[in-house]
C-alpha cells in the first residue's frame, strides 16, 4: 500500500545554516553553501514575490541620484557622477532588496589616497571570510561558481576601509539581531508562502499537462499477466493516454470481470475556488512580508485593489509605502557613499530621485528644479573648460613685488606707455635673462606667452598678471572655476574670455556676452580683478637685494612706486577693473538691458 500511494507535501521551509569552518577561511551560507540560490529560484518562481522585488528595486532607484546643493558644489558632483554610475546602483538596489546584502567594489588610486570608481560584485558570488581576532570582518571571498570551488578558487578581497589595497569590498545591508556574517532578507516572513505559490503553481500546471481526467481506471479482465508484461502493458496505455508527464492513469490486471478493480472518487467539492483562496492568500502574505500597503504601487492586481479604488487612498499608501519599504533602503546605500566621498575630502547633500507615481504639482516642480541642476552641472563644466584654456601658474623665477588694488586714474595712458616701453627696448644688448625672457615668449603655451603688459628697464623685468579676488565662497558657476583654478592671467587672455557666453543675457541689450575684464562674473558679481606686479628674478644676471633694484629695507621689494617712478614701469587700465560689479551703477547691468531688474533702475 505505501509503495502505491503518492501523496503531494508542500515544500517547507528551514532558516539557513551558517557554517563557520576551522578549514575554510569563508563562512558558508547554507547547509551546501547555496541559500543565496535558493532566495533566487523563490525570486524566479514565485509570481508575487518576482513582481514586488523587481519593482521596489526600480523604485529604490528611481530616477537616479542626486544632490540637493549640485549647484553650490559642482566640482563635487562632477565626481561623484564619474565615480558612481547608474548601472552600479540599479545592481546595488536589485541585490539589496532581493537577497539583503549588495557589494560595492571599491576601486582607489595607486597611492590609495582616493577613490577613483565604485562599482558592485553580485552578491550570490560573495562570502564572508571569518572575523579577526577583534571580531571584525576584514575580508570577503570572491567566486564564480561556490558550488565548484576547485575550477573557481575563491579570490580574497580586504574589506573596506582594513587595507592599502587597490580594490576593497564594502556591504550595505541591514543588521539581523541573531546573524553575524549575513542578514536575513527584509521579506523573510514571506519566504514560505513563496514556496506554497510556486507548488501550487506547479501542481497547477502539471494538471492541465498531464491531459487525460483524472482517476481514470483501465480494467484487464483477460487474466493476470508477469510483472515485466505488466509493466510494458502499463507504459504503452500511460504514454497514449497521458503524455509523457501524465500518471493518473490506474491500469488494474484482473483474473476475470467479477474481480475487477474498483474505485472510490475522492471528489474536491469547489475546486477551483479552493485554490484561488490559496493563491490570495499566498499573495497577501507575500505581500505583507514585503510591506506593501497597496498592490498596485508595485504593479499587483486583485479583485480587492482595483483602479477604481480611491485615489486619496492610493496617494496615501505611496506615501506610507516609501517611507517604510523604500527609504531605509536608498538612505542605507546613501551612507556608503557618503563615506566614499568624505575620503575623498568633500561631502554632498544626496538624495534619490523619485519615479513620478503620482503626478503631482510637487513632483512637476522637482522635476524643473532638477532639470536647472542638470544645467548647473553642464555650465560647471563649460567654466572649468574655459578657464583651463587661459591663466598660469606663478613662475618662481618672478619675484612678486606688489599686489594691490591699484589708482588707474591716476596713470598715463597705456597705448603711450607701451610705445614708450618700445623705444626703451630698442637697441638693448641681450644679457642672459632676455634670452630666458625670449623663450619664454615665444613658447607655444599661452601660459607662457609674454603680454603687451610685460617691459625689460635696463636690466631689470617687470610684467603685470591679474588675479580674479572677492567672495571666497561664490554662488555663480564661472565665478567658482575663477576662484578654485587659482591661476593669474594676462590682460589678452581675460579679453579673450569675453568670446564666451559665461552668463547669458548680462550683456549690452541682454546679450549673452560681455567684457569679462570689465565686469567679471557679470551684473551683481562680488569679485573683482587685482593687480599683480613681479620681477624677474636670477641668481647670476638680477639681485633683487642689490642697490640698482632699490630694494626697500623690510623685504627687499621694488614698490609699485619705484617701478613706475624709477623704472619707468606704468601699466593703466580703465577704472571697472578694481570695482565689483555689485557697487557698479545699476549694480553692473546693461542700462540697455530689457531684463533690468526694477531695484536698479
Given at each position: 500500500m505505501g509503495k502505491n500511494l503518492h501523496i503531494l507535501e508542500l515544500a517547507t521551509y528551514e532558516k539557513p545554516e551558517v557554517v563557520e569552518s576551522t578549514t575554510k577561511d569563508w563562512v558558508e551560507y547554507g547547509k551546501k553553501n547555496d541559500y543565496y540560490q535558493f532566495l533566487i529560484e523563490r525570486y524566479k518562481n514565485s509570481t508575487t514575490s518576482n513582481a514586488v522585488i523587481n519593482n521596489v528595486a526600480r523604485l529604490i532607484y528611481g530616477r537616479g541620484i542626486d544632490a540637493l546643493n549640485s549647484s553650490k558644489k559642482p566640482n563635487e558632483y562632477a565626481s561623484l557622477k564619474a565615480m558612481v554610475s547608474p548601472k552600479v546602483l540599479r545592481g546595488i538596489a536589485l541585490n539589496f532588496k532581493m537577497l539583503g546584502a549588495g557589494y560595492f567594489q571599491v576601486l582607489y588610486d595607486k597611492n590609495h589616497t582616493k577613490i577613483i570608481k565604485i562599482d558592485y560584485l553580485p552578491t550570490r558570488l560573495i562570502r564572508a571570510g571569518r572575523c579577526n581576532e577583534e571580531g571584525i570582518i576584514d575580508t570577503y571571498f570572491y567566486s564564480d561558481n561556490w558550488e565548484d570551488v576547485r575550477k573557481n578558487p575563491p579570490r580574497a578581497i580586504p574589506a573596506f576601509g582594513t587595507s592599502k589595497e587597490a580594490i576593497e569590498l564594502d556591504v550595505v545591508k541591514f543588521d539581523s539581531v541573531d546573524?553575524?556574517?549575513?542578514?536575513?532578507?527584509d521579506w523573510h516572513?514571506?519566504?514560505?508562502y513563496a514556496v506554497l505559490e510556486e507548488e501550487i503553481s506547479d501542481y497547477l500546471i502539471q494538471d492541465v499537462q498531464q491531459g487525460f481526467s483524472g482517476t481514470k481506471v483501465v480494467n484487464f479482465n483477460n487474466g493476470i499477466p508477469d510483472e515485466e508484461a505488466q509493466r510494458q502493458i502499463s507504459n504503452q496505455v500511460k504514454g497514449k493516454l497521458t503524455g509523457a508527464k501524465g500518471d493518473k492513469v490506474i491500469i488494474a490486471f484482473n483474473a476475470n470481470q467479477e474481480s475487477k478493480t474498483t474505485i472510490e472518487d475522492i471528489s474536491l467539492d469547489n475546486a477551483s475556488e479552493r485554490f484561488t483562496q490559496l493563491s490570495n492568500e499566498c499573495q497577501s502574505k507575500i505581500l505583507n512580508a514585503h510591506t506593501v500597503i497597496s498592490p498596485m504601487i508595485v504593479g499587483i492586481t486583485n479583485e480587492n485593489h482595483g483602479f477604481s479604488s480611491n485615489a486619496d487612498e492610493i496617494e496615501v499608501a505611496t506615501k506610507v509605502f516609501y517611507n517604510q519599504s523604500i527609504l531605509p533602503f536608498q538612505d542605507a546605500i546613501l551612507e556608503r557613499i557618503e563615506e566614499y566621498l568624505a575620503f575623498n575630502g568633500f561631502s554632498l547633500d544626496l538624495y534619490f530621485k523619485r519615479l513620478n507615481l503620482l503626478d503631482s504639482v510637487e513632483e512637476k516642480k522637482q522635476a524643473k528644479e532638477e532639470a536647472k541642476k542638470e544645467e548647473a552641472v553642464k555650465m560647471a563644466k563649460h567654466y572649468d573648460e574655459l578657464?583651463?584654456?587661459?591663466?598660469?601658474?606663478?613662475?618662481?623665477?618672478?619675484?612678486?613685488?606688489?599686489?594691490?588694488?591699484v589708482d588707474y586714474e591716476l596713470e598715463d595712458d597705456f597705448d603711450a606707455q607701451v610705445k614708450q616701453w618700445e623705444d626703451e627696448l630698442s637697441n638693448k644688448k641681450q644679457t642672459t635673462l632676455s634670452k630666458i625672457w625670449e623663450f619664454v615668449s615665444t613658447g607655444t603655451a599661452r601660459s607662457n606667452a609674454k603680454s603687451a603688459q610685460d617691459k625689460q628697464v635696463g636690466d631689470l623685468y617687470f610684467k603685470t598678471r591679474y588675479k580674479y579676488v572677492g567672495n571666497p565662497n561664490p554662488e555663480r558657476g564661472f565665478c567658482k572655476s575663477m576662484m578654485s583654478a587659482n591661476k593669474i592671467y594676462r590682460k589678452e587672455d581675460i579679453i579673450n574670455m569675453g568670446s564666451a557666453s559665461v552668463n547669458a543675457g548680462f550683456g549690452e541689450a541682454g546679450a549673452d556676452n560681455y567684457s569679462i575684464w570689465l565686469y567679471k562674473g557679470g551684473a551683481r558679481c562680488h569679485h573683482k580683478w587685482q593687480r599683480l606686479t613681479y620681477l624677474a628674478k636670477s641668481a647670476s644676471s638680477i639681485d633683487v637685494k642689490s642697490p640698482k633694484a632699490n630694494t626697500k629695507a623690510n623685504g627687499g621689494n621694488v614698490s609699485p612706486t619705484q617701478a613706475q617712478g624709477k623704472y619707468g614701469y606704468v601699466v593703466s587700465n580703465d577704472s571697472?577693473?578694481?570695482?565689483?560689479p555689485n557697487n557698479m551703477p545699476l549694480k553692473g547691468f546693461s542700462p540697455n538691458n530689457p531684463n533690468l531688474p526694477s531695484d536698479v533702475q
Amino acid at each position: 500500500m505505501g509503495k502505491n500511494l503518492h501523496i503531494l507535501e508542500l515544500a517547507t521551509y528551514e532558516k539557513p545554516e551558517v557554517v563557520e569552518s576551522t578549514t575554510k577561511d569563508w563562512v558558508e551560507y547554507g547547509k551546501k553553501n547555496d541559500y543565496y540560490q535558493f532566495l533566487i529560484e523563490r525570486y524566479k518562481n514565485s509570481t508575487t514575490s518576482n513582481a514586488v522585488i523587481n519593482n521596489v528595486a526600480r523604485l529604490i532607484y528611481g530616477r537616479g541620484i542626486d544632490a540637493l546643493n549640485s549647484s553650490k558644489k559642482p566640482n563635487e558632483y562632477a565626481s561623484l557622477k564619474a565615480m558612481v554610475s547608474p548601472k552600479v546602483l540599479r545592481g546595488i538596489a536589485l541585490n539589496f532588496k532581493m537577497l539583503g546584502a549588495g557589494y560595492f567594489q571599491v576601486l582607489y588610486d595607486k597611492n590609495h589616497t582616493k577613490i577613483i570608481k565604485i562599482d558592485y560584485l553580485p552578491t550570490r558570488l560573495i562570502r564572508a571570510g571569518r572575523c579577526n581576532e577583534e571580531g571584525i570582518i576584514d575580508t570577503y571571498f570572491y567566486s564564480d561558481n561556490w558550488e565548484d570551488v576547485r575550477k573557481n578558487p575563491p579570490r580574497a578581497i580586504p574589506a573596506f576601509g582594513t587595507s592599502k589595497e587597490a580594490i576593497e569590498l564594502d556591504v550595505v545591508k541591514f543588521d539581523s539581531v541573531d546573524m553575524k556574517y549575513y542578514n536575513d532578507v527584509d521579506w523573510h516572513g514571506g519566504i514560505p508562502y513563496a514556496v506554497l505559490e510556486e507548488e501550487i503553481s506547479d501542481y497547477l500546471i502539471q494538471d492541465v499537462q498531464q491531459g487525460f481526467s483524472g482517476t481514470k481506471v483501465v480494467n484487464f479482465n483477460n487474466g493476470i499477466p508477469d510483472e515485466e508484461a505488466q509493466r510494458q502493458i502499463s507504459n504503452q496505455v500511460k504514454g497514449k493516454l497521458t503524455g509523457a508527464k501524465g500518471d493518473k492513469v490506474i491500469i488494474a490486471f484482473n483474473a476475470n470481470q467479477e474481480s475487477k478493480t474498483t474505485i472510490e472518487d475522492i471528489s474536491l467539492d469547489n475546486a477551483s475556488e479552493r485554490f484561488t483562496q490559496l493563491s490570495n492568500e499566498c499573495q497577501s502574505k507575500i505581500l505583507n512580508a514585503h510591506t506593501v500597503i497597496s498592490p498596485m504601487i508595485v504593479g499587483i492586481t486583485n479583485e480587492n485593489h482595483g483602479f477604481s479604488s480611491n485615489a486619496d487612498e492610493i496617494e496615501v499608501a505611496t506615501k506610507v509605502f516609501y517611507n517604510q519599504s523604500i527609504l531605509p533602503f536608498q538612505d542605507a546605500i546613501l551612507e556608503r557613499i557618503e563615506e566614499y566621498l568624505a575620503f575623498n575630502g568633500f561631502s554632498l547633500d544626496l538624495y534619490f530621485k523619485r519615479l513620478n507615481l503620482l503626478d503631482s504639482v510637487e513632483e512637476k516642480k522637482q522635476a524643473k528644479e532638477e532639470a536647472k541642476k542638470e544645467e548647473a552641472v553642464k555650465m560647471a563644466k563649460h567654466y572649468d573648460e574655459l578657464v583651463s584654456q587661459f591663466g598660469e601658474d606663478e613662475d618662481p623665477e618672478w619675484e612678486l613685488i606688489d599686489s594691490r588694488e591699484v589708482d588707474y586714474e591716476l596713470e598715463d595712458d597705456f597705448d603711450a606707455q607701451v610705445k614708450q616701453w618700445e623705444d626703451e627696448l630698442s637697441n638693448k644688448k641681450q644679457t642672459t635673462l632676455s634670452k630666458i625672457w625670449e623663450f619664454v615668449s615665444t613658447g607655444t603655451a599661452r601660459s607662457n606667452a609674454k603680454s603687451a603688459q610685460d617691459k625689460q628697464v635696463g636690466d631689470l623685468y617687470f610684467k603685470t598678471r591679474y588675479k580674479y579676488v572677492g567672495n571666497p565662497n561664490p554662488e555663480r558657476g564661472f565665478c567658482k572655476s575663477m576662484m578654485s583654478a587659482n591661476k593669474i592671467y594676462r590682460k589678452e587672455d581675460i579679453i579673450n574670455m569675453g568670446s564666451a557666453s559665461v552668463n547669458a543675457g548680462f550683456g549690452e541689450a541682454g546679450a549673452d556676452n560681455y567684457s569679462i575684464w570689465l565686469y567679471k562674473g557679470g551684473a551683481r558679481c562680488h569679485h573683482k580683478w587685482q593687480r599683480l606686479t613681479y620681477l624677474a628674478k636670477s641668481a647670476s644676471s638680477i639681485d633683487v637685494k642689490s642697490p640698482k633694484a632699490n630694494t626697500k629695507a623690510n623685504g627687499g621689494n621694488v614698490s609699485p612706486t619705484q617701478a613706475q617712478g624709477k623704472y619707468g614701469y606704468v601699466v593703466s587700465n580703465d577704472s571697472k577693473v578694481k570695482q565689483i560689479p555689485n557697487n557698479m551703477p545699476l549694480k553692473g547691468f546693461s542700462p540697455n538691458n530689457p531684463n533690468l531688474p526694477s531695484d536698479v533702475q
